[in-house]
């Protein structure tokens, strides 16, 4: 073996432990179903939470935007799909940082059996 390569083995660290601090599903029957930008309330859920939400029914669309962008560059919004039955786990510090919603869908997706 040529001194200049190496082998490296990667070793799995043992799992972390977590537990969600809230957690909730959501049931959207069609596109009208939505929830309006929002951070969860610290005061009742204590600092860094961090919340599971499923989410059932009609793909919708969960907005994470930040909650105090330094200027216009920085005003960052993501958006990802969320299909039926899938978990959506938002890690601190989500909450102290960004908004989040589910976006109205105007095509009125129908529920997922």
Not at 72 to 96: F, G, R, T
Request: charged fraction near 20%; proline fraction near 9%; aromatic fraction near 6%.
């Amino acid at each position: 073996q040529n001194q200049h390569q190496h082998q490296h083995q990667h070793q799995p660290s043992a799992p972390v432990r977590w537990v969600p601090t809230y957690a909730m599903a959501n049931l959207y029957r069609d596109g009208s179903d939505r929830v309006g930008a929002h951070a969860d309330r610290l005061t009742s859920l204590g600092p860094l939470p961090t919340i599971v939400g499923l989410s059932l029914g009609a793909c919708r669309t969960f907005r994470v935007k930040k909650r105090w962008p330094k200027d216009a560059a920085d005003d960052v919004a993501v958006d990802i799909p969320l299909p039926h039955n899938s978990l959506c786990v938002m890690l601190p510090p989500c909450q102290e940082l960004w908004t989040h919603e589910v976006l109205r869908d105007g095509s009125g997706g129908a529920v997922q059996a």
